[in-house]
């Protein structure tokens, strides 16, 4: 101990503090930051306060260095660009490293690359590391982020400590995370999950910096180590990349967690549904990124005597309590939405929760000191000059965009008009229901139900989606994108949809599960529903679900599907609603047989038998017709 000490002390005393006291840190936690000071060999140590002073030092630095821009036209609003080589996730150096393969991806088919999670071996991932994180502070300053997943002290709640040389990631993980000291007396003797961040860009540089964002996309690599609760992310500054309490922490290193301690790491939003009667539901929904989520989860509902309240919009942390009840808790404190296609009209709420405190990055700006990205054109003066997350002079009708695809706001949740009361209730949310679903735009009914929970895994291990912009892919291919956890899974699948199935048992009040598609299209490539505020109809009729209503669900081989007619749609105009919910023979028996022969190559022996029977039945159905 006394030898960890000495050699705390001598590193610090080599690397000079810069704000913080090291002493009363919790040992493990001094055990840590030695060794980051040893590998990255940053100039100076900064252990962050959470405090609005450190907020205003960081920005003014950011400001002045030009990283920040000021939107002038809001208080306390800011606009990044970043380099334009790092601005999503990136899945193909995404890794997850244990010491055997198969406790992080299933057994493939021969030939056939995992598509559910990367395995690097912990020998092949040193080699790795060890090219790329000796002095990768050097010149920068290390800033340490005690950090709390979940509401402090909660029992549901995890902490975390990140070290990164970036300070854009120190101001989004104080807008995402609870950042605290107090997390230092909470965490007392106990493990945390151990974050180490770099942008990969030590000084003097060796790479020509764009936009004030130094970053090394060519060298960029996320490590999860799940067995030791520890992630390096090397090279992007890249919310999903850099921002390590999310994805990383919450849902890769939080799954294995969940699994181990029998609980749920999801990546779903939660809300609250008060019907006119004034009853309250809260029901949990899983879509891949950038179909969404956070449009659901502040849904403006169309239906009158309805209200929604958010609890979170993009992750869910659910564990059965003692009485048998699921309940979830929202494991961060901000939202990182995308902002195209955000506005007055598809999310009010949203666009409310920005107006300060919130930080855009890579939208464009307009000439009075505002943000801009498509969808906007109706609410900034016409005409009015832009310039687009390139830099370049634009205006509404050039060609091109003026924001990149997958940019994104970053604002607190408190900020939100209809956050919930309970949105950081230590015991979380009950969870009457849970929704699956994704980009379907052909096929797939407006809404269906399970018909058990096992079947509603069934449908889970089934999601797929159109291709975004959150990741690296390009154009629209449908893609499977198996419980919205595709790019975020910690371990094995199978083993996690075995773990989904082991949750169900004889004295917990199970969840009923749905799928729902706001995405079909018609003949002529037009959406066959509305969506936004009138997916409360939708809801409406999965809340007369959950309360039993026989009356309004008719059996078919994908499971329960509304009975005509019991759908809400009154002042919608002309629905087709025959179509809307019409299962086509062939597609359904071609998507049945293409779900299982995915599942055969990507999770073979590892997925557990009864998915497959079910999805069997399914087939055999269709065939039978
Ligand atoms: O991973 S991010 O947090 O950048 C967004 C997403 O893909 O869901
Ligand atoms: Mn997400």
Not at 188 to 201: L, P
Request: aromatic fraction near 10%; charged fraction near 25%; include cysteine.
């Amino acid at each position: 101990v006394y030898e960890v000490h000495e050699i705390v002390v001598q590193k610090v005393g080599h690397v000079p503090l810069a704000k913080g006291d090291f002493t009363h840190l919790p040992k493990k936690v001094k055990i840590f930051l030695a060794h980051c000071v040893q590998l990255c060999k940053p100039r100076g140590i900064y252990i962050c306060d959470g405090s609005a002073e450190e907020a205003d030092e960081i920005i003014h630095k950011l400001l002045e260095r030009g990283t920040l821009t000021r939107l002038t036209k809001y208080k306390n609003n800011y606009l990044c660009r970043t380099d334009p080589d790092d601005v999503a996730r990136v899945e193909s150096k995404t890794f997850i490293t244990t010491a055997n393969k198969y406790d992080s991806v299933p057994h493939v088919r021969e030939g056939v690359k995992s598509a559910l999670g990367c395995w690097m071996s912990p020998e092949d991932m040193k080699v790795e590391l060890d090219h790329r994180f000796p002095g990768c502070m050097s010149g920068r300053m290390m800033y340490v982020i005690p950090f709390c997943m979940g509401p402090l002290g909660s029992p549901l709640s995890k902490i975390g400590v990140q070290v990164t040389d970036s300070n854009y990631v120190l101001l989004c993980m104080r807008v995402m995370t609870r950042v605290s000291p107090k997390v230092w007396e909470l965490l007392g003797d106990d493990d945390f999950v151990k974050c180490i961040h770099s942008m990969g860009c030590p000084r003097p540089v060796q790479r020509r910096v764009k936009n004030h964002w130094p970053c090394n996309p060519e060298k960029v690599i996320i490590a999860h180590f799940p067995e030791e609760r520890k992630i390096k992310s090397f090279g992007s500054g890249y919310g999903g990349n850099s921002l390590l309490g999310k994805k990383c922490f919450a849902l890769r290193i939080a799954s294995v967690i969940a699994r181990d301690e029998g609980w749920m790491a999801e990546h779903m939003l939660i809300m609250s549904i008060t019907t006119p009667k004034g009853k309250e539901y809260f029901v949990s929904a899983a879509f891949p990124s950038a179909c969404g989520k956070t449009n659901l989860a502040m849904l403006n509902p169309s239906l009158p005597g309805f209200r929604i309240q958010c609890v979170g919009d993009d992750i869910a942390w659910m564990k059965f309590d003692e009485k048998g009840v699921l309940h979830g808790i929202n494991p961060e404190a901000g939202f990182f939405g995308v902002a195209p296609g955000t506005n007055m009209k598809t999310n009010p709420n949203a666009v409310l929760s920005f107006q300060e405190n919130s930080i855009f990055t890579n939208v464009g700006e307009t000439a009075d000191g505002g943000y801009f990205w498509e969808g906007l054109e109706d609410e900034v003066p016409p005409g009015i000059g832009i310039t687009t997350w390139l830099g370049q002079p634009w205006h509404i009708g050039c060609p091109g965009k003026a924001a990149h695809p997958n940019s994104r706001f970053t604002c607190p949740a408190s900020q939100c008009p209809i956050i919930h009361p309970k949105w950081e209730d230590p015991k979380g949310v009950p969870i009457s229901a849970i929704i699956f679903g994704g980009r379907r735009p052909t096929g797939v009914p407006l809404v269906f139900e399970a018909k058990s929970w096992a079947h509603g895994v069934m449908i889970g291990a089934c999601v797929k989606s159109e291709a975004t912009a959150a990741a690296e892919f390009q154009g629209k291919t449908i893609m499977h994108d198996p419980m919205a956890m595709r790019p975020f899974m910690g371990y094995n699948f199978g083993h996690y949809l075995q773990h989904w199935l082991d949750l169900e048992k004889p004295d917990r009040k199970m969840p009923k599960i749905f799928h729902v598609n706001w995405f079909r299209l018609d003949n002529n490539g037009r959406f066959l529903w509305p969506g936004f505020g009138d997916n409360i109809r939708v809801l409406d009729w999965i809340l007369r679900r959950v309360d039993g209503d026989a009356s309004i669900a008719v059996d078919s081989p994908v499971g329960w599907i509304p009975k005509k007619g019991s759908i809400d749609l009154s002042g919608l105009g002309s629905i087709n609603e025959d179509e809307l919910f019409s299962l086509p023979h062939d597609y359904w028996l071609e998507d049945s047989r293409e779900s299982r022969s995915f599942l055969k190559s990507q999770v073979g022996p590892d997925c557990p038998p009864i998915i497959y029977r079910l999805l069997e039945d399914q087939e055999a159905a269709f065939v039978k017709q």
